[in-house]
């Protein structure tokens, strides 16, 4: 069993930016892909994104439209902990934002782990 735990949220001005950690436990942090996700009150759990593995120690990122060019994905395997980098935040970006351990696809079922979630509030 994996266990993800995340920190780094809270409330933020328009145009500001927060990075999110998600650190992983209890399995090898080195085999899963990961991935980001977000869900506002009222909406669907969404994509944000994945940074999956190419090759050894080579990663690809897929992003949203909605937030490519803002957001920048990392990992940091040593640490078995993945990042967010949110850069000129917007209203629109208000949401619970969840990691995951799975295969790195863009569907929030495919995924098996996943964090406990924390609020990110972006004020206008």
């Known amino acids: 069993q994996v266990q993800l735990v995340e920190s780094g949220g809270g409330l933020v001005q328009a145009g500001g930016s927060l990075r999110l950690s998600c650190a992983a436990s209890?399995?090898?942090?080195?085999?899963?892909?990961m991935g980001w996700f977000r869900q506002a009150p009222g909406k669907e759990r969404e994509f944000v994104a994945t940074i999956k593995r190419r090759g050894y120690n080579t990663y690809y990122a897929d992003y949203a439209d909605s937030v490519k060019g803002r957001f920048t994905v990392s990992r940091d395997n040593a640490k078995s902990t993945v990042y967010l980098q949110m850069n000129s935040l917007k209203s629109d970006d208000t949401a619970v934002y969840y990691c995951a351990a799975g295969p790195g696809t863009r569907r929030a079922a495919d995924y098996d782990y996943w964090g406990q979630g924390t609020q990110i509030t972006v004020s206008s």
């Open positions: 209890g399995g090898t942090f080195s085999v899963y892909d």
